[in-house]
């Protein structure tokens, strides 16, 4: 009986830890998303898509990259922000032997449409590039 009730235990702990870990999964224009449709403007995750797939290439590690989004700025345009991604991936390891974390920065305009915001764009410059 005591052994049933540890193996129930344990069992359920295993089920809530994994359906945990696939709830934090996400693809980082899912978090882009959450980012522009949360209330502070932040969203926080692990990536699990083309994205994470070039950086484990790139860097030869395999643990999770955790990201966090958040808002810089808010265009005067509905649904439309600048944000700020950080992709972290830990045990990455150095051209030395060692282990660090990797980090990547970058910033993008994005709407909830998935279009960049025409605010501060040269569309006239923009259709004589796309033209010739």
Known sequence: MI?????????T???LVT????AESISAKALFMQALNA??????GIIEDKEADAIHTATG???????????IKKFNQEGCSRLAVKLIQPNTPTKEGGKTDFA????????????P???????????KVLVN
């Open 104 to 115: 990547l920065n970058y910033e993008l305009n994005l709407c909830r449409n998935g279009t």
């Open 39 to 44: 209330p502070n403007g932040t969203a926080k």
């Open 61 to 71: 590690a395999s643990d999770p990259i955790r990201a966090e989004v958040s808002t």
């Open 117 to 127: 915001p025409s605010e501060g764009m040269d569309l006239a410059k923009l259709v």
């Open 3 to 11: 052994v049933t009730k540890y193996f129930i235990t344990i069992t």
């Open 13 to 15: 702990i295993i089920l």
């Open 19 to 22: 359906a945990a870990n696939a």
